[in-house]
Nanobody, 125 residues
Framework: QVQLVESGGGLVQAGGSLRLSCAASGDTFMMNIMAWFRQAPGKEREFVAGIRWSSGLTRYADSVMGRFTISGPNAKNTVYLQMNSLAPDDTAVYYC??????????????????WGQGTQVTVSS
């Protein structure tokens, strides 16, 4: 089993920045990909960014390309999501997810085996 715990959400004005953290524990050797998803009220959960655990290869949704950066894991098995130039449309609950499969970074939430509890990000205009 893998446990994921997110932190770093909060309220920020448009144009501001936040950094989310996702700390992984347990059977981390099982993890191949770590990713961030988000879900706004009334909308489906959507892929934001992902990183391959071993190589550091990354992939981003078009909506966040150039504004968000995923990095890690560090020695404490933590992955980060640096979010810059935030806009009200970025308001959502952000979830960390892990995939133990051998396929590349997938956009579909169904692929991911483990999920954190989520952290709220609110961007005011």
């Amino acid at each position: 089993q893998v446990q994921l715990v997110e932190s770093g959400g909060g309220l920020v004005q448009a144009g501001g920045s936040l950094r989310l953290s996702c700390a992984a524990s347990g059977d981390t050797f099982m993890m191949n990909i770590m990713a961030w998803f988000r879900q706004a009220p009334g909308k489906e959960r959507e892929f934001v960014a992902g990183i391959r655990w071993s190589s550091g290869l990354t992939r981003y949704a078009d909506s966040v390309m150039g504004r968000f950066t995923i990095s890690g894991p560090n020695a404490k098995n933590t992955v980060y999501l640096q979010m810059n130039s935030l806009a009200p449309d970025d308001t959502a609950v952000y979830y960390c997810a892990a995939d133990s499969g051998g396929i590349g970074i997938q956009f579909s939430a169904r692929v991911y085996d483990y999920w954190g509890q989520g952290t709220q990000v609110t961007v005011s205009s």
